[in-house]
Structures are given as C-alpha cells and as structure tokens.
C-alpha cells in the first residue's frame, strides 16, 4: 500500500516537513495541530484553541476521504492541568457520542500554545460526516 498525505486549506500550513495527514489503506492519521487558523493566527485562550485545533483536524481528515465520525483516537497534550474543563467543554462541541476514545497528557509547548491534539480515523467506520 502507497502513503497518501493531504492538507485543507481550512489549516495552517505544516510548519515542518510533515503532512497534516496521512492514509495508507482506510487508516487516516491527522497531525498534531494547535488553535492556530488558516491564516496562522493563535487564538486565545483554552477553549477556542481547542475548537481550532479539533476543527483543523477535521479538515485535514477530510482531505484524506475520513470524517468526524471516523475518528477512533484522539490524544490531547495541555499545558495546565486546571485547563483540563475549559478544553473538555470545547471537545464535547466537536464530538458526539460515541466518543473517541482519548488520551490526555500535560506537556510544555512553545510559548502560547496552550492544547495540541492529533487523531485516528478509520475510514468507512463511521457514518463519514
């Protein structure tokens, strides 16, 4: 099988030599992405860099055939532990149930990123959308 990669351009660029995602098969990988816009604004505060983030991942997923309710992984990297409601507010924006199954992990990040998620998807084991 042939690696595909595929952007959006609903995300920034990759800010290194990577792909926002990538497939081989019905397996679809998004890259880790902050709550930095198409532009490349970084948006404030926990909650809206989430739902950038989760929406970013979305549509790099999407440029590779998968759709929200193909995700089957979300990992979740926060900064701050006291974060972890605000970011968890904006996640259950995005999904719904069944969820994803998830991790989340504290990390540092560079200076203003507070949330960095990456995902899984399978494609065709969801309803696509």
């Known amino acids: 099988m042939v690696r595909i990669a595929a ?11 990577y792909s926002p995602s990538a497939r081989i098969g ?14 490349g604004e970084l948006l404030e505060g926990v909650g809206a860099q989430t739902r950038q983030a989760l929406e970013n991942i979305v549509a790099n997923l ?4 998968a759709g929200e309710r193909d995700i089957i992984s979300v990992r979740v990297f926060l900064t701050d532990p006291s974060q972890f409601k605000e970011m968890n507010e904006a ?20 200076a203003g990123m507070l949330v960095e998620i990456d995902a899984l998807a399978v494609v065709g084991q969801g309803d696509g959308s």
């Open 7 to 17: 952007s959006s351009d609903q995300s920034p660029p990759p800010a290194g030599p």
């Open 91 to 110: 996640y259950e924006g995005i999904f719904s149930e069944p969820y994803p199954a998830r991790t989340t992990v504290y990390v540092g990040l560079p």
């Open 62 to 65: 999407a440029a590779n055939g």
């Open 26 to 39: 019905q397996i679809v990988a998004a890259a880790g992405q902050g709550g930095f816009t198409a532009a």
